[in-house]
């Protein structure tokens, strides 16, 4: 069974920074492209930022360009996604994810002064 836990979320300043954090298991993490989406409230489901199975290539949505760094650890089954520069509108719950359809249980990233 795979399974994807993302930890790492919080209560932070406008300008403040997190680094997110999801371990994988269940799946021969180093053949998998992974991503980050997010949901903020009322909203759908949102791309954020994805990056290839070895990590040579990544990819995000322009709202977060500059501002957001994926990365991953396939020694520790482990992707990552650094925040800077937060926004109140990038208040959601992030979730980690392959593109075969796993997902996460999330973790919430909540904005605000």
């Known amino acids: 069974e795979v399974q994807l836990v993302e930890s790492g979320g919080g209560l932070v300043q406008p300008g403040g920074s997190l680094r997110l954090s999801c371990v994988a298991s269940g799946l021969t993490f180093s053949s998998y492209d992974m991503k980050w989406v997010r949901q903020a409230p009322g909203k759908g489901l949102e791309w954020v930022s994805r990056i290839s199975y070895d990590g040579g290539t990544t990819y995000y949505t322009d709202s977060v360009k500059g501002r957001f760094t994926i990365s991953r650890d396939n020694a520790k089954n482990a992707v990552f996604l650094q925040m800077s520069s937060l926004k109140t509108e990038d208040t959601a719950i992030y979730y980690c994810?392959?593109?075969?359809?796993?997902r996460g249980q999330g973790t919430q990233v909540t904005v605000s002064s």
């Open positions: 994810a392959t593109n075969f359809g796993h």
